[in-house]
């Protein structure tokens, strides 16, 4: 599986935009990108997914780097239900399974 | 919004006894997953069962560990001889859509403990 690096940990403030990154250099043609996060004491939960475009849902937009080498998930207004572990997990089409690495912890201030 | 059930959401057990974890997908999905999260460490992927068969299982999913679709709502993880090391938050999950990449839903996870 190609791997994917994000920092550990961000904070940001409540109702400010906030960008999460994730590189993954070694991605493949086939590889979509996903994010999940993980509320605590939650199960992960799936938060959007693309494969080239940038792509826009009601919880999050993804920027996909026009090499694909890197990614960014934007929440718009965090709040504070928002703070979360988020995976950024690159999948190729018709795998069976997520391979989670270490998130990055995401803390929203008040 | 359809959402995967988990039960029971505790269980606490003496090594060496069988547990069973029970799981409701939602209801049009053919695509089951069993995940487990030990404290504080990742989420790790332990099988996947499609048609009535294992698709895929990680070296975690040994002898001791099996699934059962017993019927047409239930998806069940079978222990058979618990250890301490299986002490571990275990997440049911379910997708419809595997093959476009889509979405797996996951439950909010069953909690077992191994004294």
């Known amino acids: 599986d190609a791997k994917t690096t994000q920092p550990n940990s961000m904070e940001s403030n409540e109702e400010e935009p906030v960008h999460l990154p994730c590189n993954h250099s070694?991605?493949?043609?086939?590889?979509?990108i996903h994010w999940y996060r993980q509320l605590p004491s939650q199960g992960p939960e799936y938060v959007i997914h693309?494969?080239?475009s940038n792509v826009n849902n009601r919880m999050a937009s993804l920027a996909i780097a026009e090499d694909r080498k890197s990614s960014t998930l934007i929440l718009h207004r965090a709040t504070l239900r928002d703070a979360a572990v988020y995976y950024c997990?690159?999948?190729?089409?018709?795998?069976?399974?997520?391979?989670f690495g270490q998130g990055t912890r995401l803390t929203i201030n008040p | 919004e359809p959402e995967v059930t988990q039960t029971p959401s505790h269980q606490v057990t003496q090594m060496g006894q069988e547990v069973i974890l029970r799981c409701v997908p939602i209801?049009?999905?053919?695509?089951f997953y069993w995940y487990r999260q030990i404290l504080g460490q990742k989420v790790e992927f332990l099988v996947s069962?499609?048609?009535?068969?294992?698709?895929?299982k990680s070296e975690i999913f040994d002898d001791q560990f099996s699934v059962e679709r017993p019927d047409g709502s239930n998806f069940t993880l079978k222990i058979r001889s618990t250890k301490l090391e299986d002490s571990a938050m275990y997440f049911c999950?379910?997708?419809?859509?595997?093959?476009?990449?889509?979405?797996?839903?996951f439950g909010e996870g069953s909690r077992l403990t191994v004294l």
């Open positions: 999950a379910s997708s419809g859509l595997q093959g476009k990449a889509g979405e797996l839903f």
């Open positions: 070694t991605i493949s043609g086939t590889d979509y």
């Open positions: 693309g494969l080239t």
């Open positions: 997990i690159l999948i190729v089409l018709g795998a069976q399974k997520l391979v």
């Open positions: 209801s049009n999905h053919l695509y």
């Open positions: 069962f499609y048609n009535n068969e294992i698709s895929e």
